[in-house]
């Protein structure tokens, strides 16, 4: 006896389609993964063993606002118009709003500075989207810690999207006076 296939309603509209992704998106390793390198990499970093990443890193060391726990976070340096800035969407940030003392080991130097954090919807998407210009595609997500759909630098519509979304903020790092 041969049997009928069932009747299957059709599914409504969207469902079981794949959702189109975000231009810009988090793409860093693993918790896990930075746990384990970050010490090692903060050390390095002191050191003439780091070589050619010690323009490309630097470590950020101050206090928490709150806690008063002392961080150290080895992160990616990025150079704008002769500044430093670390590009983030870390709840670390939040250390900085209103400006906080920080200490930066940049270039095997250590320095006291003053970060401040830069939360304006249309400065930060214009410094990730120079930021990223300035490495190309592929290298801008390794140092910027994000993932492009698309093999291009995304527009500033697409970062002002993404900082937005993903909380993407700027700490603009300058000598303490």
């Excluded at 988090?26 to 323009?55: E, Y």
């Excluded at 940030?93 to 930066?104: E, I, L, S």
């Excluded at 994000?146 to 000598?175: C, G, M």
Aim: overall charge positive; glycine content about 10%; proline content about 8%.
């Amino acid at each position: 006896m041969r049997q009928t296939p069932r009747y299957q309603p059709a599914l409504p509209y969207g469902i079981g389609m794949t959702e189109q992704s975000y231009a810009v998106d988090v793409g860093h390793p693993p918790s896990a993964l930075l746990r384990a390198v970050n010490p090692v990499l903060g050390f390095l970093l002191g050191t003439p063993l780091a070589g050619p990443i010690r323009k490309q890193l630097m470590v950020l060391n101050f206090t928490g606002r709150k806690t008063g726990r002392q961080f150290s976070l080895p992160l990616s340096a990025h150079v704008i118009d002769d500044e430093l800035y670390a590009l983030t969407g870390a709840g670390w940030k939040q250390n900085f709003r209103g400006g906080a003392p920080a200490q930066v080991l940049y270039d095997g130097k250590t320095t006291a500075m003053r970060g401040e954090l830069i939360r304006d919807r249309e400065v930060v998407s214009d410094l990730f989207l120079r930021c990223a210009q300035s490495y190309g595609p592929k290298r801008a997500q390794r140092m910027m810690g994000l993932k492009f759909r698309d093999p291009r630098i995304p527009t500033l519509d697409e970062f002002a999207e993404a900082v937005d979304r993903l909380k993407l903020a700027a700490v603009k790092l300058t000598p303490a006076s």
